[in-house]
């Protein structure tokens, strides 16, 4: 049987110059000079990061936990570096924006008196400009003023409309803060609330719920009212009782402002026969009470000569007895029981103790700012309405 022998290859134990053979298994890395040795710093961190990551022993026999722990602070080191990548321009950012803020900046605008002559000279006619912050205190003077409580006790008669109206027309024109309290007895009527809604008063319509058969004044219940009203809700202002049927001024709500505790004013009277004027109130030495007003004999018993329109009190009387050092068993309120003209005396004799706790207004005493005339009638019929039913009935043709 014939025999076949490979013949040799001539590269089998080929020589190398670097003294190795065609299947050695170390790295290239060492191939990179001429000599035979990777001197080189890049070719070492290659072969450190090539044996961490793979795990490969060494020439030297390294152990294998080092290699471990090396790859792990390898890994921490680069997640360290990604996770603080994001802040590294914030710097930039924060610069950016404070230079866009300062090109948003209004530019100051400087302009010289030397430089407005010379356009003056030129005949140029140029406003002069003047930039600052304007003073709040200089424009807005406004101080605020007391509120003025406004009593009215009203009741079903031929001349009512007619009486609040004119009353609320004076109320519209004084200044405000002001509240108008109407009182009615024992029911809110339609009318009068309309005829209230109309003058554009701040307002509100109460009711005094008294049997008229047991009581000898009904005003003095629906004033009543109104004090339990402004207790009970801590009203601060001045309480001045106004009737209906009385003429007003302007200036007599205008100097209420100025009162302090109790103030009262001269108020003149057309006597019952309306044959005779009279001159009701106090005698005022400056701001100083110092007498009274009167003609009538039977009232010369009072102790106070004031009419029920000729006074105002402050209203923190009523629900504040430890400012005024006033008893706090007792509220202030008119009473019933004692004989008609007597009402006005009993009920400031609870405000004040004396004329030393009063304020004449104005100074002096020295001008009339209402008027108590009278001049209500009693023996007209209320009418129902202003309805014509039969408005086509002809007095006198026209021609």
Not at 184 to 193: C, G, H, K, R, Y
Not at 251 to 275: C, D, N
Not at 297 to 307: A, E, I, N, Q, Y
């Amino acid at each position: 049987m014939a025999s076949v022998r490979r013949a040799p290859s001539p590269y089998h134990d080929r020589q190398y110059l670097n003294g190795g053979n065609s299947f050695s298994a170390e790295p290239p890395s060492h191939k990179l000079l001429p000599n035979g040795k990777a001197s080189s710093a890049g070719a070492g961190i290659v072969r450190f990061i090539s044996e961490v990551l793979l795990l490969r022993n060494t020439r030297k026999g390294s152990i294998l936990w080092k290699k471990l722990a090396y790859r792990c602070l390898l890994f921490f080191a680069i997640g360290f570096l990604l996770g603080m990548a994001p802040f590294i321009g914030l710097d930039d950012v924060k610069d950016r924006e404070d230079s866009f803020q300062q090109s948003l900046k209004p530019v100051e605008v400087v302009i010289k008196e030397d430089t407005v002559k010379d356009l003056v000279e030129e005949e140029f006619v140029m406003d002069r400009v003047e930039l600052g912050v304007v003073d709040v205190k200089e424009r807005f003077d406004f101080v605020p003023q007391k509120l003025l409580i406004v009593v009215t006790p009203t009741y079903n008669r031929a001349l009512q409309a007619y009486f609040l109206n004119r009353l609320g027309q004076v109320l519209r024109l004084v200044q405000p803060p002001l509240l108008w309290i109407v009182v009615e007895m024992n029911a809110a009527s339609l009318e009068t609330a309309d005829i209230l809604r109309k003058t554009g008063v701040m307002h509100r319509h109460l009711v005094s719920m008294k049997n008229l058969t047991d009581i000898k004044d009904r005003g003095v219940h629906q004033r009543n009212t109104a004090l339990e009203y402004i207790e009970r809700h801590k009203l601060d202002g001045i309480v001045y009782f106004a009737d209906d049927d009385n003429i007003y001024s302007l200036e007599l709500f205008e100097s209420m402002r100025s009162i302090s505790r109790f103030g009262t004013w001269p108020v003149a009277m057309l006597a019952q026969s309306k044959a005779k004027a009279i001159l009701e109130g106090p005698v005022c030495n400056g701001s100083l009470v110092i007498g009274w007003h009167t003609n009538e004999k039977s009232k010369r018993l009072r102790r106070f000569h004031v009419d029920m329109s000729g006074f105002a009190f402050n209203s923190t009387i009523l629900w504040d007895p430890k400012r005024w050092q006033r008893p706090t068993y007792s509220s202030v309120r008119q009473l019933d029981s004692v004989k008609e003209g007597f009402q006005e005396t009993t009920f400031i004799e609870q405000i004040v103790a004396d004329e030393s706790q009063m304020e004449g207004i104005p100074f002096g005493c020295s001008r009339i700012m209402n008027w108590h005339l009278h001049m209500d009638a009693r023996h007209l019929l209320y009418p129902a309405g202003w309805m014509l039913e039969k408005n086509l009935d002809v007095a006198h043709p026209t021609n």
